[in-house]
């Protein structure tokens, strides 16, 4: 089992695997030492190697860095002698990108199936990572998801975390998470810089934030570079998806702008509903 | 000691001040049954009366309603004959509207000062209030703060809380909380609906969202009555402030569209030092 990419996400993954097989060899490989050593240290993972030596001992490939890094590392196993019947995934949050790279592997007959676990933080790197990251949250598949039985082998390792295992084409993947997690990141790092802008004159300014001000802004915290690249890799269907909100904020401002108290009541009542919803369902 | 409005903000106020004070008599006054009762059979408050009955007895009036509530409250004060050192202040989240209110009563030369503690909840009513709510908070204050000795006690009463007492214009608060407070709601309730429009008819649609969207759109579970009132008497504070926010949004999506992929870091990076910046500021 080689986990690539030792941050939130891939050392979450090593955990959630270790608590559910005290015996599995896991091999990191990370370029952070930090991150690395502390995992070493606490027997999460047992040996940290490079990719390349790592991979091609390996049974389970997770790559689990940043999309660009995973691209290059799906081209670079296409040049490894790899083991015949290796399981290759990744957790990359975009996946036409991904699927694309991925292309010549399927094509030589290599099992690879795309994944992103619904789950994240504003907190970045493996010191972070908990095995309760998972927990019940919904986990995207795409590719080659039926009688995988190497995939299952996979989701049996992952077991503890009762995740919810949903495939998807890739299309329709990267549609769902530039509105359900690409708008709402941009949203409250706008919301983090319009305010910044106007308080910054004055002496009260931000430190009167409440918990909902806290709240709503709380993942603009997180790490630029990674939210970069999914821009840069899903940028048509964020667009869209920032069109369709500023539309609904525009509504908004008319029925504001004619105190059209109806309208506003109206409109508040549905989002509470509609979020409620969700905690519900839990 | 009056407190009228037993919901989350009063009952709070209640439970903060029975925190520090086990002996002093507070009264109660809300048309809602239950949480009277609850806070009866908790011992928050000693007995539950008419507003009107109470405020003839009361030292302290704390008007902890909705703001329309609050400045019926205040007019009908008005007509009553109080103790002579009362001293009266409220809760509400915008205060040109109920300064000008107040304006008779401080003309009669009543102690009136206006109160926002900038606390909150996704959660109202008095079941869910806690002495915590108010813990190193900011709480504004409009009117006559300096040697005044009766809106001092008050202070004191609620001494266990190591509030952050900061006086200001009712001008200067309402145009604070519309960006700190209503902009940041507004804007998650947007969110909700847009992806609710756009998910409703996908099977997997919410149940997807994770943490992030969570955090983000959790205010948007909020009382849609309260809500609506607060935009109707800040309307143009918040209308200015969606529309900064709003040319925020479209410079991004500006360096989204021409794949800038520059700006759209510096925008992130200077999102997350501001966030962060509150959080350490703790």
């Keep these: 089992m080689l986990i690539s990419g030792l941050g939130l996400i891939g050392s979450s993954i090593a955990r959630t695997i270790r608590d559910g097989d005290r015996k599995i060899e896991i091999i990191g490989s990370d370029p952070d030492d930090d991150s690395a050593q502390f995992l070493l240290d606490q027997q999460i993972i047992n040996i940290r190697k490079s990719f390349e030596e790592a991979a091609i001992m390996a049974d389970f ?13 799906i081209h670079a196993l296409q040049r490894l002698s790899l083991k015949p ?27 690879f199936v795309g994944g992103h676990p619904m789950a994240g933080s504003d907190k970045s790197g493996g010191r972070f990572g908990t095995p309760n990251l998972f927990k019940n949250a919904i986990y995207f598949l795409v590719g080659k998801t039926q ?16 995740i919810r295992w949903q495939p998807i084409t890739a299309a329709a993947h990267d549609q ?64 869209r998806a920032l069109s369709q909100f500023q539309q609904h904020l525009a509504k908004f401002q008319a029925a504001l702008d004619t105190h059209d108290e109806a309208t506003i009541k109206a409109f508040f009542a549905r989002a509470r509903a509609s979020r409620k919803s969700i905690d519900e369902r839990k």
Tied chains: 1, 2.
């Design 176 to 239: 769902l998470v530039s509105e359900l997690s690409h708008l709402p990141h941009v949203v409250a790092v706008t919301l983090v810089n319009t305010i910044t802008d106007s308080l910054d004159e004055k002496s009260i300014g931000l430190k009167a934030a409440a918990g909902g001000f806290k709240d709503t802004t709380r993942i603009a915290a997180s790490d630029p570079t990674m939210w970069t690249t999914i821009m840069m890799n899903n940028t048509e269907q964020i667009s």
């Design 85 to 111: 019947d290796v399981f290759i995934t990744d957790v990359g949050s975009t996946k036409k990108t991904i699927m694309k790279a991925a292309q010549p592997l399927l094509a030589k007959g290599i099992n």
């Design 61 to 73: 490939i997770v790559l689990a860095g940043p999309v660009s890094v995973i691209v290059g590392q």
């Design 147 to 162: 009688t995988n039985r190497k995939l299952a082998d996979y989701q049996q390792l992952l077991s503890k975390s009762m």
